[in-house]
T-cell receptor, first 113, second 118 residues
Framework: EPEVTQTPSHQVTQMGQEVILRCVPI?????FYWYRQILGQKVEFLVS????????KSEIFDDQFSVERPDGSNFTLKIRSTKLEDSAMYFC???????????FGAGTRLSVL | AQTVTQSQPEMSVQEAETVTLSCTYD???????LFWYKQPPSRQMILVIR??????QNATENRFSVNFQKAAKSFSLKISDSQLGDAAMYFC???????????????FGTGTRLQVTL
């Protein structure tokens, strides 16, 4: 069964460093999303992406965040200068045109030291 | 803005028994989708079941079923014949249908941790 793939599974970085989280959505899906989950808290929406542009973003998704689809398969989330409070699980999801289900990857655990 | 409330932080059920997890939501929209996702210790988000608001019939997936009460804005999940593998965090989620297939975000509740005991 097709699945959303995220790499790395765990990323450790120093405060102030840039990180790029990578996702390979399901191949025929055109809508992509990033969510984050701070430990012990609920899953929060960050951004949605379609047709090479952001469809919607939350107030969490400030100028420190950016997304990109650099090629036909990858979808990335970049955090330019990480803060301690960026430590969280980051989930990528994708959905198919006309379908209401979002399929999630296994997540990347980001630890900012 | 839509909100999703899960008032039970933790629930416990004995193996083979039935348990119901509660979820309420607030919205002014008439057309939307509701979901239950399961998050086991591995922390992957796994879709359990979904419900379209325009459908009156409650969704069912094997041992999982929902009680969707649109007027009350309630969407509970019933797990029958509970198994040890059902132990996980369960999240209720809402998605607007205003942008059909156009990337509407999911709004999640705070989750209910389900323990399954022998």
């Amino acid at each position: 069964e097709p699945e959303v793939t995220q790499t790395p599974s765990h990323q450790v970085t120093q405060m102030g460093q840039e990180v790029i989280l990578r996702c390979v959505p399901i191949s025929n899906h055109l809508y992509f999303y990033w969510y984050r989950q701070i430990l012990g808290q609920k899953v929060e929406f960050l951004v949605s992406f379609y047709n090479n542009e952001i469809s919607e973003k939350s107030e969490i998704f400030d100028d420190q965040f950016s997304v990109e689809r650099p090629d036909g398969s990858n979808f990335t989330l970049k955090i330019r200068s990480t803060k301690l409070e960026d430590s969280a699980m980051y989930f990528c999801a994708s959905s198919e045109t006309g379908k209401n289900i979002q399929y999630f990857g296994a997540g990347t655990r980001l630890s900012v030291l | 803005a839509q909100t999703v409330t899960q008032s039970q932080p933790e629930m416990s059920v004995q193996e083979a028994e039935t348990v119901t997890l509660s979820c309420t939501y607030d919205t002014s929209e008439s057309d939307y989708y509701l979901f239950w996702y399961k998050q086991p210790p591995s922390r992957q988000m796994i879709l359990v079941i979904r419900q379209e608001a325009y459908k009156q019939q409650n969704a069912t997936e094997n041992r999982f079923s929902v009680n969707f009460q649109k007027a009350a804005k309630s969407f509970s999940l019933k797990i029958s014949d509970s198994q040890l593998g059902d132990a996980a965090m369960y999240f209720c989620a809402y998605r607007s249908a205003g942008m059909k297939g156009h990337g509407s975000k999911l709004t999640f509740g705070t989750g209910t941790r389900l323990q399954v005991t022998l």
